[in-house]
């Protein structure tokens, strides 16, 4: 469950227009940090991840679903279902062994 001061946190920083609802900025959230547990092969989320959600938040509300880059001139698209690296930056990933 998203929090309070995280989702005020969250909603302070991303630049969108018009602001999404909380409910739909919330389900990013905590997309987000699920996404993040499984990169880092974590249980708990530390407070210095905080930036890469917001990140990440912002990231998924500014994009077309799944558009990496797009020319005009003869049309051209592709598509990426991955974060970029500078969002990605920080995360560390750690090898747990059952």
């Known amino acids: 469950m998203v929090t309070e001061e995280k989702l005020k946190k969250v909603k302070a920083v991303i ?8 409910e739909r900025i919330q389900a990013l959230i905590e997309l987000s940090e699920q996404w993040i547990k499984g990169y880092c092969n974590i249980k708990e989320i530390p ?15 500014n994009r077309k ?12 698209q592709s598509f990426s279902t991955d974060y970029p690296p500078d969002i990605l930056k920080g995360l ?3 090898l747990r062994w059952p």
């Not at 407070?47 to 509300?61: A, C, G, Q, S």
């Open 65 to 76: 679903s799944g558009l990496q880059s797009e020319s005009l001139s003869r049309h051209s």
């Open 92 to 94: 560390r990933r750690r």
């Open 15 to 22: 630049n969108v227009n018009p602001m999404p609802s909380d």
């Open 47 to 61: 407070d210095e991840y905080d930036r890469n959600i917001i990140k990440m938040v912002e990231f998924d509300l």
